[in-house]
């Protein structure tokens, strides 16, 4: 299984960017979607979360300018983020809690991280 992340990049102040995260490989089924970042000297950190069913979850700060959705028949996870700030600068990285086939359980995988870079 693998998750391959992109839509990183360059953006000025008040911008906006859309990542993507798509999942593949022997997938049974996955359950929350989450997107992660980490800035440079500091711990990663949530940033917005999805249920299969769609229920959201955001770090308090982030509510209102960034949005995570998701498309379960391509399995994929985005997250819109907009009227972006120099602070949201960070390497951002999608998670996901999949069933593989002939393992009985979910488990997380990680994406290699995509770099956002908020600067004028």
């Known amino acids: 299984v693998q998750l391959q992340a992109s839509g990183g990049g360059l953006v000025q102040p008040g911008g906006s960017l859309r990542l993507s995260c798509a999942a593949s490989?022997?997938?049974?089924?996955?359950?929350?979607m989450n997107w992660y970042r980490q800035a440079p000297g500091k711990q990663r950190e949530l940033v917005a979360a999805?249920?299969?069913?769609?229920?959201?979850d955001y770090a308090e700060s982030l509510k209102g300018r960034f949005t995570i959705s998701r498309d379960n028949a391509k399995n994929t996870v985005y997250l819109q983020m907009n009227s972006l700030k120099p602070e949201d600068t960070a390497v951002y990285y999608c998670?996901?809690?999949?069933?593989?086939?002939?393992?009985?359980?979910?488990?997380?995988?990680w994406g290699q991280g995509t770099q956002v870079t908020v600067s004028s």
């Open positions: 998670n996901a809690n999949i069933l593989v086939i002939n393992i009985g359980y979910y488990r997380p995988y």
């Open positions: 490989g022997s997938i049974v089924n996955i359950n929350a």
């Open positions: 999805i249920t299969s069913g769609g229920s959201t």
